[in-house]
């Protein structure tokens, strides 16, 4: 039993399609203290993958939202959930590419039949053509029956405008912070830290 577990593990973490395996132990707190490492913990025990909740990571570049995000995956591909990952350009190039070869409907299900499902770094560019309504049905579809988690550079007030349409993006924002936890990471950038210096002469 223990082994056909551990296959099974393997086999939710290799389908997530993490870009690394993070685990809340590797995340430094002590580098940014304002992080709330108490929030992220209980996060962590994966009660609100059961609830049907979202989480909304939200801050400046670099501080660790995208660790923190694969983190809580890997906690809920250890509890039992499918996870995948995605970064919001991939998935909407991907609905995109799947609306010219007519596979839409399935696409859309692969984003919509997961427990957890992860879309890393919304808002980083504008949205553009069907995208706004691709999200939103994502988001739609997602509401009430699983969970959610989502990273982003900006703060969730500006989501809304990046729908290009003012109703479309109030019910998108609505639905996607109902059941919310919003955790804000603010701080320095941990890759800068890690950046080599420059040599000087």
């Known amino acids: 039993m223990e082994r056909r577990d551990a296959k099974r593990l393997q086999q939710r973490t290799q389908r997530a399609g993490f870009d690394e395996i993070k685990t809340l132990e590797d995340f430094d707190f002590t580098f940014n203290p304002a992080i709330p490492r108490a929030t992220l913990l209980e996060l962590g025990t994966c009660a609100w993958v ?15 939202k995208s660790h923190l995000a694969q983190a809580l995956g890997l906690r809920a591909c250890r509890a039992g959930h499918s996870v995948p990952f995605t970064s919001a350009n991939d998935m909407l ?25 992860i879309i890393d770094d919304l808002g980083l560019r504008p949205l553009r053509g069907d995208e706004p309504l691709d999200l939103f049905e994502v988001i739609r579809r997602r509401y009430e029956r699983s ?20 109703l479309l993006g109030s019910a998108a924002c609505d639905r996607l912070l109902h059941h919310a936890h919003v955790v804000e990471t603010e701080g320095a950038s941990y890759r800068a830290k890690r950046a080599p210096k420059p040599r000087t002469a």
């Open 50 to 64: 059961d609830r049907r909740e979202n989480v909304i990571l939200v801050g400046n570049v670099g501080v660790g």
């Open 147 to 166: 969970s959610t988690v989502i990273t982003s550079n900006r703060a969730t007030d500006e989501w809304s405008p990046l729908f290009g349409d003012a």
């Open 93 to 117: 190039v991907a609905l995109r590419a799947a609306r010219a070869d007519d596979t839409v409907e399935r696409r859309m299900l692969n984003c919509t039949a997961s427990q957890v499902l």
